[in-house]
């Protein structure tokens, strides 16, 4: 059955990475160098090297414990990289704490939620963009007149940001009292309103069912079509994988054993022994 959701093709990029097509004259939105990290005598992550074009759909996949997680923390700058380098949009993010990463254009979801769930929905979505707030503390305690304008925009920009998954009527409900799927959601959305350039999605999918699944990857599409971003996730759910990944790299023990379209992966024999261990001999 042909797939619905359309990719460009993928070309060849210098550093013996590819990206999409349309992508090709622009410079690419993140570049790792020999990325790595290591806990105590332990090394989680190493030699991770990768390009994301401006506009691509990447998926980070591979085993439970593969180091997945602990790439995007060094992306966001949670942990400090032991070595290697992260060009975001051709700067270096050397020095760079999540602070300013998340100014510089990189957002995230996690894999467990982390809403504050006794404040609304719009409020969730509010905190998000607090890169774009210009009143100071003065301005807020006081009730100045260019508080007010700058809240009426942070209402305006949240409501916005609510209607890509149809959720502006739950502004006023409470985040806490969201069905799973929807604080799911709802998460994407706040990572919006920081305005990135890159977004980073850990299991977006996780708990999800079928339909919302499918809903959620039509969501993805949107969002990269509407607000021109690249995104990267990771997802134990192949079928949203292959779906709608344009570029995947494959990570065991902290490192990346296979790179290429999904139809290369799905057919490499190095990715296929990762996840279902190798063949016993006769």
């Known amino acids: 059955m042909a797939n619905k959701f359309q990719k460009d093709k993928m070309v060849p990029f210098p550093s013996q990475a590819i990206i999409p097509e349309r992508d090709l004259y622009k410079r690419p939105i993140l570049e790792t160098r020999h990325l790595g990290i290591d806990f105590g005598g332990l090394t989680?992550?190493?030699?991770?090297?990768?390009?994301?074009?401006?506009?691509?759909?990447?998926?980070?996949?591979?085993p439970n414990g593969a180091g997945k997680t602990t790439v995007f923390n060094l992306l966001t700058?949670?942990?400090?990289?032991?070595?290697?380098?992260?060009?975001?949009?051709?700067?270096?993010?050397?020095?760079?704490?999540?602070?300013?990463?998340?100014?510089a254009?990189?957002?995230?979801?996690?894999?467990n939620i982390r809403l504050f769930n006794n404040?609304?929905?719009?409020?969730?979505?509010?905190?998000?963009?607090?890169?774009?707030?210009?009143?100071?503390?003065?301005?807020?305690?006081?009730?100045?007149?260019?508080?007010?304008?700058?809240?009426?925009l942070a209402h305006e920009k949240a409501m916005d940001l609510l209607s890509i998954f149809d959720?502006?009527?739950?502004?006023?409900?409470?985040?806490?009292s969201l069905p799973y799927g929807a604080q799911?959601?709802?998460?994407?959305?706040?990572?919006?309103?920081?305005?990135p350039s890159l977004l980073l999605?850990?299991?977006?999918?996780?708990?999800?069912?079928?339909?919302?699944?499918?809903?959620?990857?039509?969501n993805i599409i949107k969002i990269r079509d509407t607000f021109h971003i690249a995104i990267m996730l990771i997802e134990h759910d192949m079928n949203l994988v292959m779906g709608i990944c344009e570029g995947i790299?494959?990570?065991?023990?902290?490192?990346?054993?296979?790179?290429?379209?999904?139809?290369?992966?799905?057919?490499?024999?190095?990715?296929i022994e990762a996840y279902l261990g190798r063949k016993k001999e006769d």
């Open 44 to 62: 989680a992550v190493d030699d991770f090297n990768i390009v994301i074009g401006r506009t691509e759909i990447s998926g980070l996949i591979g």
């Open 77 to 103: 700058k949670v942990y400090q990289p032991s070595r290697g380098t992260i060009l975001l949009d051709g700067k270096d993010t050397h020095g760079m704490n999540t602070s300013s990463v998340s100014a």
């Open 105 to 111: 254009g990189i957002a995230r979801t996690f894999q």
């Open 119 to 152: 404040l609304t929905v719009e409020d969730n979505v509010k905190l998000g963009l607090h890169n774009h707030i210009n009143y100071g503390m003065a301005g807020g305690i006081l009730r100045l007149p260019k508080y007010w304008r700058e809240e009426k």
């Open 167 to 176: 959720m502006q009527d739950l502004a006023d409900h409470k985040a806490g």
């Open 184 to 195: 799911r959601r709802l998460e994407i959305v706040r990572a919006l309103g920081t305005d």
């Open 201 to 218: 999605l850990d299991e977006p999918a996780a708990g999800m069912n079928p339909s919302e699944t499918a809903e959620l990857m039509e």
């Open 249 to 271: 790299a494959v990570l065991n023990f902290g490192r990346i054993i296979a790179k290429g379209t999904p139809a290369e992966i799905q057919s490499n024999p190095m990715v």
